[in-house]
């Protein structure tokens, strides 16, 4: 329970709703109470620059990772070099859309820890298809997309259904997903056959930003606008704040998680696609930390902007955060290991701070009752 | 109640204790005597001052300089000197309003995280030591359970009894110290607060000091010995609670005399059914008959078990339904969930603000606006403008005190939060609102307007069903009351509504058809 704080002189009262009027059917004797309730009095300007640096704490640590990157003299001449960047940023493509793919099971208090395996899946068949099936280049891509969302839907059913925890059902689909792709690909590789467009798409240029990087840009639009600017947004966001209170009031709390799931995998399905635009042909080798790499951006992003909260803004921050460090540390010679070393720990550092962020919100709540 | 004994010892002092917090006093220099023996209670409302002095007294927060605290015959310490060790070595023992219980674990395991566990040969646990340890506790504290029995199987009561126990246990002699309960019944179903409060005296007549916080004022006037009640960091006075009434207490807690905390019922209800329950059966219910008229507040008195929360679940859709029937305005009404019941214009406010009503983390706005985005999104586009217009319109019409509407929900008061839960739902007009104890774990004050927005609702055609577990509020609320009882309302009563009748229909088996009306 809060304290009401009592009416000082500086209190503003004249922004306060009036309690009553004078013909008001109800005699209430209550004193009229002027008192608000009040968590962060940001009046002072120590108090701001606070929440300032708080919000833009991942973004100062970008920009100074960058600084320092295109200074140090071990990675200077490389680092800050259009090609570089290029390099950098398509290399983000996969993971970024998977990360914001899902953004939307996690608003809803859920886990995809199959995300990486649904796009290896996509990426494997959609190259199967172009190769020894002779689709065209949109059917491809509309059937990788597909397949993700389809097996979205599956990880969807089951844990509205069962009621079983998310992680562990997906840690389940995740492994049969992978079995399934030996099986399927009977562990051979396809390079001749991938559709020339498909190929170029993952290395050409558009105004100078790689292609695959628009398609990000795009994906964040979309996931935003979807997450912040839709009804069914607004209710992922309640029901991952409080599931009983949202069946409460009336939103249909099953139907919309498993839709989630359903969209999470159609992203998946579309990182699977950029992944055979990058590769340009297939090897059946999934990358064993897709998923969980996605988990640290989606929380390091909460860490950020609208603190406690995943948001679009800060996903994206925390991701270039990730990659400028990553491909800095390997140019200044550091080996490959850096690259699942740094995402380990960043997952681990983001957790981390969520669990301060939220500690220090309990304090604040007992500290406040008098 | 246990008579004061002559010549009252005294088992704790505090004398001239402050507490600023940012600069203001949250606490003005206290003085309190607790007597040897008594219970004694600590009154006042949200911000008073309450919690600030048992914390001083528990040593979790350090007061003012100046300030000192006697325990007993011993010599006055300075607050500044005042720790968590020194409380516990004084012998003051606190038991918090949600006491940290495990309820998978035996009662004699939940002792043993207070005392410890006994060990035997290689440091293993000695369990026959501690559960013969724990039996005569249970006995001595007339809690009549097996030391193995885990404390889910426990009623609310003796779960709570249990922790009374664990903060007691090391001591031998029961008249030194003193027990500090801090709203150890806020957390309890009416029914259950009965049976805590009947063991409190008990420990009381056998020389435990009791300082009791509340603000459920009809427990303090039945437990209590001294009052003492705060307001605003002051003390206002200590009084005897013989012959004291809920409406001296109300004063003293508000400040200023009142006439009334309950907004009086407008004289006619046009008649006319806006909701009509017939054979209603499924969980405890067997078969609820029931009217409600158009534009009234119908209270529903029940002990805790007798259906009253799954009546109002099965009305919103929330809970299966077994068989009978329901019109709505006269047209048939069977809610297969809470979409349907709200489409037909029915709200419902659950009993548990922050497990089933609140969006914590979420916005003020959003939690007003919750379930009803959808009339946000026209042409593609959310309108966050006329979102936030609404928002702010129902804060102001709503008596909801923010800062602004994008504040967190969680950083309000329980009044204030019950407040946006609340207008959620009545900024809709609702044919029909179901209220599940609107007022728990709120302070006077903001009762009194939550009672007031009810009655501007019914003004405006809303019918309402309330749940009310205190017999007196219901009674004041209500214009009539249907008493609920073994899955039946077995009686309605009409206006006069007497509290005390309430209370003993409520727990009568069988009533004598004169009674029943309606």
């Keep these: ?370 | 109640m246990p008579a004061v004994m002559a010549g009252p010892r005294t088992a704790l002092a505090v004398r001239g204790l402050s507490k600023t917090y940012a600069g203001h006093l949250a606490l003005d220099s206290l003085f309190l005597q607790i007597r040897t023996g008594e219970v004694h209670a600590l009154l006042g409302g949200n911000g008073s001052g309450k919690s600030t002095t048992i914390k001083i007294l528990a040593g979790v927060v350090a007061a003012d300089t100046g300030g000192e605290i006697v325990l007993g015959e011993s010599d006055a310490v300075g607050v500044h000197d005042w720790t968590p060790a020194k409380a516990h070595a004084a012998g003051l023992r606190f038991v918090h309003q949600q006491p940290a219980v495990f309820p998978e674990l035996s009662i004699a395991e939940n002792l043993a995280f207070g005392a410890g566990f006994p060990r035997g040969a290689g440091g293993r646990v000695d369990w026959r030591a501690l559960n013969a340890r724990t039996a005569e506790l249970l006995d001595r504290y007339e809690i009549h359970a097996s030391p193995k029995t885990p404390l889910a199987a426990l009623r609310a009561a003796d779960r709570c009894r249990v922790a009374i126990v664990r903060a007691l246990q090391d001591r031998d002699d029961a008249d030194s110290g003193v027990l500090v309960l801090d709203e150890p019944t806020a957390a309890l179903p009416a029914a259950e607060v009965e049976h805590l409060l009947d063991a409190l005296r008990g420990y009381a007549e056998a020389g435990q000091t009791i300082l009791y916080v509340s603000h459920r004022l009809d427990e303090v006037l039945s437990v209590a010995d001294r009052v003492t009640v705060l307001r605003d960091g002051r003390k206002v006075d200590t009084v005897e609670a013989q012959g004291l009434r809920e409406a001296d207490l109300i004063e003293m807690i508000v400040g200023r005399p009142i006439e009334r905390a309950f907004p009086s019922a407008p004289p006619e209800t046009t008649g006319d059914a806006a909701m009509t329950i017939r054979g209603l059966r499924g969980g405890p219910l067997h078969g609820v008959d029931l009217t409600l008229r158009k534009g009234e507040v119908l209270g529903i008195a029940g002990l805790l078990g007798s259906g009253r929360s799954e009546l109002l679940r099965m009305l919103f859709g929330a809970h299966p339904i077994d068989g009978g029937s329901v019109t709505l305005d006269g047209n048939d009404y069977a809610p297969a969930s809470p979409q349907g019941a709200m489409k037909a214009g029915v709200a419902y406010v659950p009993e548990d603000r922050q497990a089933e009503a609140l969006l914590c983390g979420e916005s003020v706005r959003h939690n007003l606006t919750a379930g009803q985005e959808a009339s946000y999104f026209r042409k593609l586009l959310y309108r966050h403008r006329l979102e936030r217009s609404d928002a702010q319109r129902s804060i102001g019409d709503f008596l909801i005190r923010v800062v602004s509407d994008t504040q967190p929900v969680e950083t309000l008061s329980g009044g204030n939060q019950q407040k946006v839960v609340m207008a959620r739902w009545l900024r809709r007009r609702p044919k029909v609102l179901l209220l599940d104890e609107p007022t728990q774990g709120v302070d006077v004050g903001a009762r009194a307007e939550i009672y007031q927005l009810i009655r501007r609702a019914t003004e405006q055609g809303t019918s309402v069903i309330l749940v009310v577990s205190e017999p007196e509020e219901l009674a004041h609320a209500s214009d009539r009351v249907a008493v609920l009882r073994g899955g039946r309302i077995t009686t309605v009563v009409e206006r006069p509504i007497d509290a005390h009748k309430l209370t003993e229909l409520m727990n009568t088996p069988q009533v004598t058809g004169s009674e029943a009306s309606q």
């Design chain 1, 1 to 370: 329970m809060t304290t009401r704080s009592r009416p000082r002189p500086d209190e503003a009262v004249a922004d306060l709703p009036t309690p009553r009027t004078t013909d008001d059917p109800v005699v209430v004797t209550k004193a009229p109470d002027t008192s608000v309730d009040v968590r962060h009095p940001q009046r002072s300007v120590a108090a701001l620059g606070n929440r300032v640096l708080r919000q833009y704490s991942l973004v100062f640590l970008l920009v100074a990772s960058f600084v320092l990157y295109s200074t140090w003299s071990k990675t200077s001449s490389v680092f800050l070099t259009g090609d570089s960047l290029r390099v950098m940023a398509a290399g983000q493509a996969v993971i970024g859309v998977l990360t914001l793919g899902i953004l939307v099971t996690m608003v809803a208090g859920n886990f995809d820890l199959s995300v990486g395996n649904i796009a290896g899946l996509s990426y494997v068949m959609t190259a199967t298809l172009y190769a020894k099936h002779g689709w065209g280049l949109w059917a491809g891509v509309v059937a990788g997309i597909l397949i993700g969302g389809f097996v979205g839907g599956i990880n969807g059913v089951l844990v509205t259904v069962l009621r079983v925890d998310p992680f562990i059902i997906t840690l389940g689909t995740a492994s049969a997903i992978l079995g399934f792709i030996d099986w399927y690909t009977k562990d051979q590789s396809i390079v001749n056959g991938i559709p020339d467009g498909i190929r170029n798409f993952g290395k050409d240029n558009f105004f100078g930003v790689p292609d695959i990087v628009w398609v990000l840009a795009i994906v964040a639009i979309v996931i935003y606008y979807l997450l912040e600017h839709t009804p069914y947004g607004r209710n992922l966001h309640a029901i991952g704040s409080n599931r009983a209170a949202a069946r409460l009031v009336g939103i249909r709390v099953e139907r919309s998680i498993a839709t989630a799931f359903v969209i999470n995998g159609l992203f998946a399905g579309l990182a699977g696609v950029l992944m055979l635009a990058r590769a340009g042909s297939m090897t059946p080798t999934i990358p064993p930390t897709l998923a969980l790499t996605a988990l640290a951006g989606a929380f390091l992003g909460a860490a950020s902007f609208k603190v406690g909260r995943l948001n679009v803004p800060g996903t994206i921050v925390a991701l270039l955060f990730l990659a400028v460090n990553i491909t800095g540390l390997q140019y200044a010679g550091v080996a490959n290991w850096i690259n699942e070393m740094f995402t380990g720990l960043s997952l681990i550092f983001a957790i981390a701070l969520a669990a301060v962020l939220s500690k220090e919100r309990t304090v604040k709540k007992t500290r406040k009752t008098a």
